[in-house]
């Protein structure tokens, strides 16, 4: 899996389709863009085309000019600035403009952009498709920039939603909500306006023993005319990779936060061993509880800080997030998952003193819209010694194998916000912290000390003198000197856990589950945590 530079946005690829159904007699734009001949289009026709990709053998995708366009490294293609008076949409319908990205060496393949005459009403409905024709005189560059020395037809690389022309928030030219560039990447802004976290249209093989990681690129974009008033822009995408190819329907409403309502139809040309769907990645380096020694001087570094479950079983898991010394990857078993997310709950400045403000990085959660059976959510973590790189992966793998020449209809929801989309009235887990096993008078040779701090929910509500029950399970292992107490800084509602793990022999992670309950009352969410023996 390769790693995304979170200082320079998402460094991966886009790509060209060639199809003989695209041609390029332009037309005129008002905001002085070129469109290409009308074709028809449809989402059933796209889909249809999804299918007939998937039928052929792959054909990996040319770059025009590839010499010219590996020498737009990060330096040279941020000072190259999409023309924001050409971006589609700028004079209307609707509220939000679509400015496009310049090829460069991170994201080569020229995507195809498409702007439909109407919004399609059913999967039936046809309207026109005009190709919008890069022109490299719609981008402000200088004039040493390689990119003035791009002779041949281009494409974009991706595309970006501006904020609304009408609203009396950011100004719409300098500011966007969401964004695709690079493979199947996109991404969105929570309503903290930062981006942090990423979504993939799909993950195949990730981090997968004897498996190559494919990364299929989305070639083309169809842009939907906005509705007057609206808050919804509606983007079509075609998908094609060595093992799979797809269509999906974009449904991205700009609200507190952002959400994404995504149908996707893929079908599979070749089998897949690790079929990853509606993935997401992010960047998790360190917190307080692993920390080493003057690795860094900030407290934290992370876009998210844990992995959170709603099981179809109607349980609530809080899965801290790990940095390991290799690769892990954890498998979390369920039936028609309620949702799940990487979260970022560290929410205060002074919990990561840095200027690039990690705690406004949006969490992501996903919320299945149709049943998705049997399968894993399937956790990645690698090692990183930088924040300069993804390295967190979390997705959903059905349990039946990925077959070439199947189909798969697939429909959910993304949540970009600061926290989970669905409250409830559990405790959550706030804090975990390590140490040395045993006090200092009575230290346990080989042990470990955990504090597990939950908040809220009918923790504010215990009788007085009552503390709830913590129920510790570990996958091996013994616990010892267990204890629940209030926190003792006099917040309420606001309780701990400490506990020992002890007689842990070899180097074999250890999976600890815990969870408060006060007789048959579960009172929080379920802390899991994945311990590597040190």
């Known amino acids: 899996m390769p790693f995304l530079n979170r200082r320079h946005f998402m460094g991966t690829l886009g790509t060209l389709l060639a199809s003989p159904l695209f041609t390029h007699l332009a037309q005129a734009e008002s905001n002085d863009l070129n469109l290409g001949q009308g074709t028809t289009f449809s989402w059933e026709g796209l889909c249809a085309e999804a299918k007939k990709q998937a039928q052929k053998p792959y054909a990996s995708p040319l770059s025009p000019d590839a010499a010219i366009v590996d020498r737009i490294d990060w330096d040279a293609h941020g000072q190259i ?15 939000y403009a679509i400015a496009f990205f310049h090829p460069g060496k991170f994201f080569p393949f020229p995507v195809k952009m498409y702007r439909l005459d109407q919004p399609l009403e059913n999967e039936r409905t046809h309207t026109e498709a005009r190709e919008v024709l890069f022109d490299k005189h719609l981008f402000d560059m200088p004039e040493h920039s390689p990119a003035q020395e791009l002779s041949h037809p281009a494409g974009f690389a991706g595309f970006r939603i501006q904020e609304s022309r009408s609203g009396s928030g950011p100004d719409w030219h300098n500011n966007d909500w969401a964004a695709f ?49 609206s808050r919804e822009v509606s983007v079509y995408a075609l998908l094609d990779g060595p093992s799979l190819s797809g269509a999906y329907h974009f449904i991205l409403t700009r ?19 690790q079929f990853g769907l509606a993935p997401m990645t992010s960047m998790y380096w360190f917190a307080d509880k692993d920390k080493a020694f003057q690795v860094d001087w900030r407290p934290q570094v992370h876009d998210s800080d844990g992995l959170s479950l709603w099981t179809g079983a109607n349980e609530h ?29 560290e929410r205060h400045f002074d919990q990561y003193l840095d200027a690039v403000h ?41 349990a039946a194998p990925a077959r070439a020449g199947s189909q798969h209809s697939l429909r959910y929801r993304l949540y970009w916000q600061a926290d989970e989309p669905f409250a409830t009235s559990l405790a959550r887990c706030v804090g975990t912290g390590i140490g040395r096993g045993g006090e200092p008078a009575h230290r346990l040779s080989g042990a470990h000390k955990f504090e597990v701090v939950f908040q809220g929910g009918e923790l504010f509500h215990l009788p007085s003198g009552s503390a709830p029950e913590a129920v510790i399970t570990p996958s091996r292992g013994r616990i010892l000197n ?10 309420p509602g606001l309780w701990r856990t400490l506990f020992d793990l002890a007689e842990v022999t070899g180097n074999d992670p250890v999976d600890i589950r815990l969870y408060l309950r006060r007789g048959n009352d579960t009172l929080s969410e379920t802390w899991l945590y994945h311990y590597l023996p040190t």
């Open 81 to 95: 600035h999409f023309k924001m008076d050409h971006a589609l949409f700028s004079d209307g319908p609707g509220d």
């Open 181 to 229: 560039l690079g493979a199947s990447y996109f991404r969105a802004i929570g309503d903290e306006y930062q981006y942090g976290i990423s979504a993939r249209g799909v993950s195949v093989n990730t981090a997968t023993r004897d498996q190559k990681e494919e990364f299929p690129l989305f070639t083309h974009f169809y842009f939907a005319p906005p509705q007057p008033g």
């Open 255 to 273: 609200d507190k936060g952002v959400l994404m309502d995504i149908q996707a139809e893929l079908f599979l040309r070749r089998d897949i061993a």
């Open 317 to 345: 898991v809080w899965r801290p997030l790990i940095n390991p010394s290799g690769i892990e990857v954890s498998y979390f078993s369920d039936e028609n998952p309620k949702g799940f997310g990487l979260i970022q709950r």
């Open 358 to 398: 990690y705690e406004r990085r949006p969490s992501l959660w996903i919320e299945p819209l149709n049943s998705w059976g049997k399968g894993t959510v399937r956790l990645v973590e690698l090692h990183t010694t930088e924040e300069l790189y993804d390295n967190v992966v979390a997705m959903w793998v059905p």
């Open 482 to 491: 267990a204890a629940t107490e209030p926190v003792p800084n006099g917040q």
